[in-house]
């Protein structure tokens, strides 16, 4: 049987290369299923760096698909370096390093998801309006 540990290296290093390869749905279910995993184990870092992980991924996924791999290069690559150092930290007694590397995960996203909006016109998706028999239970 793994190791909690041994999951959660297999699993760093499988979203490491698929942000490397823009590929962020599948980094964004990795990230879920170790939430999942982490939860069912009680392990509390593993909470917090899986749902960072997940926000940031379902965040840039949206945006990035409508970029073209070189304009997008940039990030994967940047994204990639923070998961690396997360892979190599989070079992660290003193999370110093591991939390940085978080803060600049999520920063590096915010940056990118605030440039893209600025950027690119902003899809509208009109919602249904509802009808007064509408069940929504």
Same mark, same amino acid.
């Given at each position: ?6 999951v ?11 942000v490397?390869? *823009?590929?962020?749905? *599948?980094s964004?279910?990795?990230?879920s299923? &170790?939430?999942l995993? %982490? ?10 760096? %899986? ?5 940031v991924?379902?965040?840039? *996924? ?7 791999p070189?304009e997008?290069? %940039?990030i ?14 989070y ?6 390093? &591991?939390?940085?590397?978080l803060?600049d995960? @999520? %920063? ?7 440039k893209?909006? @600025?950027? @690119? ?11 007064? *028999?509408?069940?929504f239970?």
């Amino acid at each position: 049987m793994k190791s909690i540990f041994d999951v959660f290296n297999e699993g760093f290093e499988e979203i490491t290369r698929m942000v490397e390869q *823009g590929n962020y749905k *599948g980094s964004f279910v990795y990230s879920s299923n &170790l939430t999942l995993f %982490s939860t069912l184990l009680d392990y509390e870092d593993g909470i917090l760096i %899986s749902e960072l992980l997940e926000g940031v991924f379902s965040q840039v *996924g949206p945006f990035a698909e409508e970029l073209n791999p070189e304009e997008i290069r %940039s990030i994967n690559e940047q994204l990639a370096a923070q998961m690396k150092i997360i892979a190599g930290s989070y079992r660290a007694e003193d999370k110093t390093i &591991l939390y940085q590397a978080l803060r600049d995960l @999520r %920063s590096i996203a915010t940056k990118f998801q605030i440039k893209c909006m @600025r950027s @690119r016109p902003i899809k509208v998706q009109r919602q249904t309006r509802p009808n007064i *028999g509408d069940k929504f239970y």
